[in-house]
């Protein structure tokens, strides 16, 4: 079965550092590849998907995204983290004919210092 | 366009009660797929019904069920309702049957007394 592995339950960074989220993803094919963000009490917002083409993805809010092959990865970045960025950032896969099933990691909570 | 509307936001149930939760996709979705989320278990499959038709479904209980209309609009239901039913429930909308953006609302809080 398809897993999605975000090792950093919870990380901390000061507001203009850089960010990068871990993501790894087991599955015999590549699948689609997806970064929500949920604020508290909030619905998913997606930031960015991967479906084939370019390595590197762009998203909202400053948030861009790489695709390595060869290491099962899909790992979120930002190069200056701003206050509002203080939320929870799940990874998600969906197998490629699979329908629209996301499969979800655990999520990384984010807290920004002032 | 609007996004995904789910109704109510907020409902409160006793044990052993049903309920019945309201999704209205994004206009011109035809997938529509539901997510319980809870603290200790996290964001979980339910099922995804793509024009009217159960096309995946997850490891919950019978309990668990959903329907489809003909304007993809959606419907899940849970019946003899449990405390640990307590949880946020998202419904997602997305276009097309694979390989495409999957678009969440704001979920519906329950929580069962």
């Known amino acids: 079965a398809q897993s999605v592995t975000q090792p950093d339950i919870h990380i901390t960074v000061s507001e203009g550092a850089s960010l990068e989220l871990r993501c790894n993803y087991s599955y015999g094919a590549t699948p689609y590849l997806f970064w929500y963000v949920q604020s508290p009490g909030q619905g998913l917002q997606l930031l960015l ?22 290491q099962s990865s899909f790992n979120l970045r930002k190069p200056s983290v701003h206050w509002s960025d203080a939320a929870e950032y799940f990874c998600a896969v969906v197998r490629t004919g699979g ?16 | 366009k609007a996004g ?9 149930k006793t044990r052993g009660q049903q309920v019945t939760l309201s ?30 038709t159960q096309r995946n479904k997850g490891n919950f209980p ?10 993809s609009r959606s419907e899940m239901n849970v019946s003899t309702l449990e405390l640990g039913d307590s949880a946020l429930y998202l419904c997602a909308s997305s276009f097309g049957n694979s390989g495409n953006t999957i678009y969440f609302g704001e979920g519906s809080w329950l929580t069962v007394v």
């Not at chain 1, 329908?99 to 002032?114: A, C, D, M, S, Y």
């Not at chain 2, 995904?4 to 409160?12: A, F, G, K, N, S």
């Not at chain 2, 996709?25 to 019904?49: A, C, D, K, M, N």
């Not at chain 2, 019978?62 to 304007?71: D, E, I, K, T």
């Open chain 2, 23 to 52: 999704c209205s996709p994004i206009s011109g979705h035809r997938s529509v797929s539901w997510y319980q989320q809870t603290p200790g278990q996290g964001l979980q499959f339910l099922f995804e019904y793509f024009s009217e």
């Open chain 1, 49 to 70: 998907k991967y479906f084939s083409g370019d390595t590197l993805v762009q998203g909202i809010k400053g948030f861009e995204a790489e695709f390595k092959r060869s």
């Open chain 2, 4 to 12: 995904v509307t789910q109704t109510p936001r907020y409902l409160i």
């Open chain 2, 62 to 71: 019978g309990r668990f069920s959903g329907r489809q209309f003909s304007n």
């Open chain 1, 99 to 114: 329908g629209n099933k996301l499969t979800f990691g655990t999520g990384t909570q984010l807290k920004v210092e002032l």
